[in-house]
T-cell receptor, first 116, second 114 residues
């Protein structure tokens, strides 16, 4: 299994531009999570999906952020317009329901976003 | 109530020593407590996890101790090695309700000196 695949690995963009981050979860996983990691705030859950349906988007910082999961093998996180304070590493993770409901997340390698 | 507080922020240990990282939570509805290990440039990876019906779980050199009454849990790394140098995150979730959501601590950067 190739694991959770994120693209791009690095993104540098100018303030005001649209940024789209992509994620391919592990086949058979029915949960997908988007996290943001910064030194100040650690790992923050932005949004998660179950069976392609958004379940909790309370962590999405503001309307500039949106996420979609059109099918079980693909998700996007979009920031429009981007701002310097959005600079962070964005992780996608997937998991599946297992015995006793344990969720062993598998994280991708992340996208390092820099907004200048 | 959703927060998980982790300490220390950073830790330096000599090779062969014991590394201890602590976490505390408020929400008694949490019933799943994993630890994740993250190396530079990589995503976090599941290291070990515990449920509140046991007080300790050991896997190799890694042990989770859980104190339900104090709402605290900790990771102990015995015989710490330079290869253990990484960032460690504790987390808390709701296994029984199947929400899938994990709340992470702030992370601890561990450096093991040779």
């Amino acid at each position: 299994d190739a694991g959770v695949i994120q693209s791009p690995r690095h993104e540098v963009t100018e303030m005001g531009q649209e940024v789209t981050l992509r994620c391919k979860p592990i086949s058979g996983h029915d949960y997908l999570f988007w996290y943001r990691q910064t030194m100040m705030r650690g790992l923050e859950l932005l949004i998660y999906f179950n069976n392609n349906v958004p379940i909790d988007d309370s962590g999405m910082p503001e309307d500039r952020f949106s996420a979609k999961m059109p099918n079980a093998s693909f998700s996007t996180l979009k920031i429009q317009p981007s701002e310097p304070r959005d600079s962070a590493v964005y992780f996608c993770a997937s998991s599946r329901l297992v015995r006793f409901g344990h969720h062993g997340y598998t994280f991708g390698s992340g996208t390092r976003l820099t907004v200048v | 109530q959703q927060q998980v507080k982790q300490s220390p922020q950073s830790l330096i240990v000599q090779k062969g020593g014991i590394s201890i990282i602590n976490c505390a939570y408020e929400n008694t509805a949490f019933d799943y407590f994993p630890w994740y290990q993250q190396f530079p440039g990589k995503g976090p990876a599941l290291l070990i996890a515990i449920r509140p019906d046991v007080s300790e779980k050991k896997e190799g050199r890694f042990t989770i101790s859980f104190n339900k009454s104090a709402k605290q849990f900790s990771l102990h790394i015995m015989d710490s090695q330079p290869g253990d140098s990484a960032t460690y995150f504790c987390a808390a979730g709701y296994a029984s309700s199947n929400t899938g959501k994990l709340i992470f601590g702030q992370g601890t950067t561990l450096q093991v000196k040779p």
